[in-house]
């Protein structure tokens, strides 16, 4: 059984920048086609941040973080990052690592339904 695990998360002034990792241990991200990043503020839901094809040919990003964030992934270290820029007192949430076994449309890989596997999240407090 694979394991998602995140790092990275920390307290950063707004504007400044964080990268979060999430890595598989005990296998390898291969059987996972699509690997996403959600976010959880407290009182709120859990919410798409952005989604990458394990190919990396497609990518997905909320609105609220296009430009600004970037998923990326290294296939050999089998780790899925995502570099995190111009952050907002808004960003200020537990980041989750999420994976799912198929390819998604942009509107499916924005539900966080169909993601099986899941990490224990990381917190990301960005002060104002």
């Known amino acids: 059984q694979v394991q998602l695990v995140e790092s990275g998360g920390g307290l950063v002034q707004a504007g400044g920048s964080l990268r979060l990792s999430c890595a598989a241990s005990?296998?390898?991200?291969?059987?996972?086609?699509?690997v996403a990043w959600f976010h959880q503020a407290p009182g709120r839901e859990r919410a798409f941040v952005a989604a990458?094809?394990?190919?990396?040919?497609?990518?997905y990003y909320a609105d609220s973080v296009k430009g600004r964030f970037t998923i990326s992934r290294d296939n050999a270290k089998n780790t899925v990052y995502l570099q995190m820029n111009s952050l907002k007192s808004d960003d200020t949430a537990v980041y989750y690592c999420?994976?799912?076994?198929?390819?998604?449309?942009?509107?499916?890989?924005?539900?966080?339904?169909?993601?099986?596997?899941w990490g224990q999240g990381t917190q990301v407090t960005v002060s104002s």
């Open positions: 990458t094809t394990w190919s990396g040919s497609r990518q």
């Open positions: 999420a994976a799912r076994t198929d390819y998604c449309s942009e509107v499916q890989c924005r539900s966080r339904n169909d993601y099986g596997y």
């Open positions: 005990g296998g390898t991200f291969s059987r996972y086609r699509t």
